[in-house]
């Protein structure tokens, strides 16, 4: 699948048109960011591993009925996928208390939540992401009764697959953000919810179940150094980056700070 004019550039991806009108390519960068931008840097490898790591979750998520934009990965930094219109909405799921939510409601870090907890945020970054109610999505027309059903339903479904295929390889997912579509079905001729975006240590919390030691982005938000080698211990235990893959191409594990600019 040829690459054609670039449609988006992200933050940490970049989208480019193909030839066929309902997928795009979804291309994976090294770059990190934080805090709204403020914290910027070039996480050397972060994109090869997002990459395979996103692609083994999807597909998992797929086979339990899940429906995804993932149509298949295309090489070490691109996968191909259904081209969809993003719900301006951030769903995130919380099962332990940190980062926001301990800094907005002052709940002690590492709490337990009894059942995972749903967030909104309203997708904007000069208004940096707020928080928003159910009663917010609907009013202003950013998502429809049922699909708001179908969407907490499905991401909380995600959650248990999520939180299951973690514990089996020693990890507790802390909290993770995920995003939907909408997308052409080929088969009904209508377009359907799907999942979209990637789900990664860059997009989830993810924690050792023995010691805690955080094997996500809050390395690289907390300045906690050994970021790449982190993302790699979550693609070994789950089984994937195999010898296949040529690594030596990509300088990893290099952080090359852009800018940094404290609050
Ligand atoms: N998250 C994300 N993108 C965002 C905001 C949050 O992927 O723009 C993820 C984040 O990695 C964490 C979860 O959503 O796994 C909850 O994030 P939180 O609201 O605590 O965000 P923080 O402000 O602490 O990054």
Redesign the pocket.
């Known amino acids: 699948m040829n690459k054609g004019n670039k449609l988006y550039e992200g933050k940490a991806k970049i989208i480019y048109e193909t030839k066929d009108k309902n997928l795009v390519i979804q291309h994976f960068k090294d770059d990190a960011t934080?805090f709204n931008n403020l914290k910027k840097a070039k996480i050397e490898g972060k994109g090869v591993l997002n990459n395979r790591i996103s692609e083994y979750i999807l597909n998992n998520l797929s086979q339990s009925g899940i429906k995804t934009h993932l149509i298949k990965r295309l090489n070490m930094r691109e996968q191909l996928i259904k081209k969809a219109e993003i719900f301006p909405i951030?769903f995130?799921v919380?099962n332990i208390a940190?980062?926001?939510?301990t800094k907005r409601l002052g709940i002690p870090d590492g709490t337990n939540l009894e059942k995972p907890l749903l967030e909104y945020?309203y997708k904007n970054d000069e208004l940096k992401?707020p928080l928003i109610s159910k009663e917010h999505i609907l009013s202003f027309g950013w998502a429809t009764e049922n699909e708001l059903r179908y969407i907490d339903r499905s991401t909380l479904r995600i959650n248990d697959i999520l939180t299951g295929m973690f514990r089996a390889i020693g990890i507790k997912l802390?909290?993770?953000?995920i995003e939907y579509g909408k997308a052409w079905n080929e088969e009904s001729g209508k377009k359907e919810i799907v999942l979209a975006d990637e789900i990664s240590p860059?997009?989830?919390?993810l924690w050792d179940a023995k010691t805690e030691k955080k094997l996500?982005?809050d390395r690289f938000?907390k300045d906690l150094g050994n970021i790449i080698q982190a993302y790699q211990e979550v693609a070994r235990r789950l089984g994937i980056m195999p010898e296949e893959t040529n690594i030596s191409e990509v300088n990893f594990g290099k952080t090359i700070p852009i800018k940094f600019k404290k609050k």
């Open positions: 934080a951030e995130i919380r940190t980062g926001s939510l945020c992401d802390v909290d993770f953000k860059d997009t989830c919390r996500d982005k938000r």
